[in-house]
């Protein structure tokens, strides 16, 4: 089964905001680039017609995207529509039958947690589960405790090889190019060390609120919805150690490791926020404790990383939207020009979004009779329009059953472990302006460090609003 391909691919929750807004767009892309050649199933509550179903995947792709009509024609001829209850045993006999001669399906569970318990007992009983392939959406669980239970449920039916779990975070190109920077030079590799890298900053920034998500959020907070996930898998790209090949688990195993020697997050390193009129946001408890901005200070226990603290930074109606991640060199040893440097002289800067950039910032000297100097960045971009994106380079990946950008289980509970500590509202959350950089407790927990560097306003040129990711049917 490991490698080859799902003969059939079944989206629940065909008919949800995930769907309009990411999987129907992927699955036209994959098509127009040959990678989507099976039946699509969706299955969902609602009593739809083929009709009602096609016209829906019009409007989600004429809404996000744009309609290629060969294409849309294409997955309209290969798409079948089951509805009923989840719950329901018929659903999974309709389903049995739609799937024909299909053999290894691939399951896509864009739904609410609470009901991939039922799905997946469904899938089983009807014998739909048979060397199938299993992909869910983010998140896995609220906290360590509600994760391993939901893995447990899945594991009572797929083993581990055949359970994919998705953050969208890996099908990002950029992130991509971090591990691939990384281990296709060899320059990096000597000072990624606590020798030469003084500390390191992440900042995933988002100049828009909850923006009509209230009620999901209201059970997320950032720490839950991008913290645990997106920004420690990114901390687990940056500095994990080489793997030993380009297969999925060396890969995964190193993430898994670097994220299993962090320590839990420490509550006094800890600064929640909460932008002013987010309880009056649809959805929103007017008492809300929810936090909008998290700013959490991170130490990894191993021989490479010890004393080399990770701060990471993530908000909503902050003043721009981009996520960059600077990774700050230690200042040379003596002063020997009589000008000081600034406490940031010499950082490598990974910039993910919107506009993509690996550099070096350096000092060199400005020509003139005086030794002084000034920033100068030595730059690498690559921006490309076609580029993939994440969820149509996951699901073709999903189909081909290469696990390489999803989430192990060990992966996911490590994470969890880092940050249940801080779960549940165990720190004071602060309210700060909208269109600001969070309350000023957040730039206290790095001072010692120099300060946050802000990403550019320039770089909210062609930013994107917000995703769905967590919010499924
Ligand atoms: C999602 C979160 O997972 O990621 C959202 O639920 C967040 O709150 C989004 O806005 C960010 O994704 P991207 O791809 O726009 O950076």
């Known amino acids: 089964m490991k490698d080859s391909l799902s003969d059939a691919l079944v989206f629940f929750g065909v008919t949800g905001d995930l769907a309009s807004k990411q999987i129907l767009p992927a699955l036209q892309s994959m098509i127009r680039h040959g990678n989507l050649n099976v039946p699509v199933i969706g299955v969902a509550g609602r009593p739809w017609s083929a009709d009602q179903l096609r016209a829906h995947v019009h409007d989600s792709l004429e809404q996000h995207g744009g309609v290629d009509t060969a294409a849309f024609e294409k997955l309209?001829?290969?798409?079948?529509?089951?509805?009923?209850?989840?719950?329901?045993?018929?659903?999974?006999?309709?389903?049995?039958?739609?799937?024909?001669?299909?053999?290894?399906?691939?399951?896509?569970?864009?739904?609410?947690p609470s009901l991939f318990g039922p799905v997946v007992e469904g899938l089983a009983k009807s014998g739909c589960a048979n060397n199938a392939?299993?992909?869910?959406?983010?998140?896995?669980?609220?906290?360590?405790?509600?994760?391993?239970?939901?893995?447990?449920?899945?594991?009572?039916?797929?083993?581990?090889?055949?359970?994919?779990?998705?953050?969208?975070?890996?099908?990002?190109?950029?992130?991509?190019?971090?591990?691939?920077?990384?281990?296709?030079?060899?320059f990096l590799e000597p000072i990624w060390n606590r020798n030469y890298i003084k500390c390191i900053q992440i900042t995933m920034a988002e100049n828009f609120g909850v923006a009509g998500r209230g009620k999901f959020y209201e059970e997320a907070g950032a720490i839950r919805?991008?913290?645990?996930?997106?920004?420690?898998?990114?901390?687990?790209?940056?500095?994990?150690?080489?793997?030993?090949?380009?297969?999925?688990?060396?890969?995964?195993?190193?993430?898994?490791?670097?994220?299993?020697?962090?320590k839990p997050l420490d509550p006094?390193?800890?600064?929640?926020?909460?932008?002013?009129?987010?309880?009056?946001?649809?959805?929103?408890d007017p008492d809300s404790q929810v936090e909008t901005f998290a700013a959490v200070k991170l130490h990894i226990h191993s021989w490479r990383w010890a004393n080399v603290p990770v701060y990471i930074r993530a908000g909503k109606w902050v003043p721009v939207t981009g996520t960059e991640i600077e990774v700050?060199?230690?200042?040379?040893?003596?002063?020997?020009?009589?000008?000081?440097?600034?406490?940031?002289s010499n950082y490598y800067r990974f910039r993910l979004s919107p506009l993509v950039k690996i550099s070096l910032c350096a000092r060199a000297k400005v020509p003139g009779e005086a030794m002084r100097g000034e920033e100068v960045e030595l730059v690498a971009?690559?921006?490309?329009?076609?580029?993939?994106?994440?969820?149509?380079?996951?699901?073709?990946?999903?189909?081909?059953?290469?696990?390489?950008?999803?989430?192990?289980?060990?992966?996911?509970?490590?994470?969890?472990?880092?940050?249940d500590p801080v779960l549940g509202n165990v720190t004071p959350v602060y309210e700060y302006e909208p269109d600001t950089w969070g309350p000023p407790q957040a730039d206290q927990l790095i001072a010692q460090d120099g300060g946050w560097y802000n990403p550019e306003h320039s770089m909210t040129s062609g930013a994107s609003g917000p995703h769905p990711a967590g919010e499924q049917a």
């Open 328 to 344: 700050e060199l230690k200042r040379p040893p003596q002063a020997v020009f009589h000008q000081s440097e600034p406490a940031h």
């Open 268 to 284: 006094s390193e800890v600064v929640r926020g909460q932008y002013r009129g987010y309880p009056q946001e649809p959805g929103v």
């Open 381 to 419: 971009t690559h921006q490309s329009p076609d580029e993939m994106p994440p969820y149509e380079r996951l699901l073709t990946n999903a189909m081909r059953g290469d696990m390489t950008l999803f989430v192990r289980e060990d992966t996911v509970e490590a994470a969890w472990r880092i940050v």
């Open 225 to 262: 919805d991008v913290v645990q996930n997106h920004l420690l898998q990114l901390v687990a790209i940056l500095m994990m150690d080489a793997p030993s090949g380009e297969d999925s688990d060396a890969i995964r195993g190193e993430k898994a490791r670097l994220l299993r020697s962090a």
């Open 133 to 186: 392939r299993v992909v869910i959406e983010k998140p896995f669980g609220r906290d360590l405790a509600s994760a391993q239970s939901l893995n447990q449920i899945l594991r009572s039916v797929f083993p581990e090889s055949a359970i994919f779990r998705i953050d969208h975070y890996l099908g990002k190109e950029p992130v991509q190019n971090v591990l691939y920077f990384r281990f296709a030079n060899s």
């Open 76 to 112: 309209i001829s290969l798409l079948q529509y089951v509805s009923g209850n989840y719950k329901d045993e018929t659903t999974y006999t309709k389903l049995r039958n739609a799937l024909g001669s299909a053999k290894h399906p691939l399951y896509y569970l864009a739904i609410p």
